[in-house]
């Protein structure tokens, strides 16, 4: 902002208040990070010029300068794979969604509220173009007011009311993860009220219907594929059958070689198993799609 620099660098106010704007967006909802990022490069890029311009101006520190650029941008590139498609499926975290569940939600045609975990919001919306309702998405504040934000911080951080919180939402259905959120604890307790039925699971989340909700009797299976693979290698696994374990996730694998969840749970069967070469060696396999450090050898 300093009038010599900017008639140096020749930033216009405009780029100022495009950045302040990012900037205040970026505050209230991460989600506008990106874009002020973005904003802030071009911003900066002339200022950066400005101080390298006494090096860059020298015949041989400039080209120098640059191959040193681009080694550093290749070595950082390196692990990655060239193919857009496993790095889209890990950047999108899909392998953290209910899709084994959603796709028996909707093989099953159940419409209502449901009270789902905050990161699942937009993926049900995608998922089931408004039959399915959600207490709260990551719009957060963007969209919702304050009382329901710290409402579904409560019964995420099961306050010593969250359920009686949970239940006044008037959901129809609740989809929730195993491991967050005191996932376990909370399916244990609800199915103890009675006023729930436990409907579907997968290697991710599980499903609570209301007692009175009009299931279909018998439900429809979810579809057969690799995700359905995925919940029975993890069913499998959860209940000792290694076989099964391994089975289910080498067919899942087949069809999606780069998914971290069929990664996991066949590196950890094998790793039971004994087979530990050739664990690390899937775990080699899976980390060549794309280097997660979400994907590493299970503790």
Known sequence: MVPAVRRRTGIPWEGLAL????????LTSRRFIPIFAMSLAVLLAPLVALCLRPLLQ??????????IAFLFAAWRLLPYPLQAAPAFHYLVAEYSYPVDT?????????????????????????????DLKVYIDGRADTLFDADTYYNYVAILKAAPDWLERLEATGPDFILWPHTRGDGQR????????GRWTAVHRDATSWLLARRDYPLPDPPQPAPEGPWRD?????????????????????????????NQL?????????????????????????????????LRWPS
């Open 19 to 26: 950045t302040a704007l990012t900037l205040a967006m970026a």
């Open 58 to 67: 020298r015949t041989v520190i400039a080209p120098v300068l640059a191959g």
């Open 102 to 130: 959603v796709n028996f939600m909707r093989a099953n045609d159940m419409r209502g509220r449901v009270f789902a975990y905050y990161n699942w919001g937009g993926y049900l919306h995608w998922r089931t173009d408004g």
């Open 186 to 193: 909370k399916l244990h307790r609800l199915l103890e009220t």
């Open 230 to 258: 995925v919940a029975r290698a993890w069913v499998a696994g959860l209940s000792g059958d290694l076989e099964q374990a391994l089975e289910h996730s080498a067919r899942a694998r087949e069809a999606m070689p780069w």
């Open 262 to 294: 069929a990664c996991r749970l066949r590196i950890r069967a094998l790793r039971v198993q004994g087979e530990s070469a050739q664990a690390r060696r899937v775990l080699r396999e899976c980390r060549f799609y794309f280097p997660s450090r979400t």
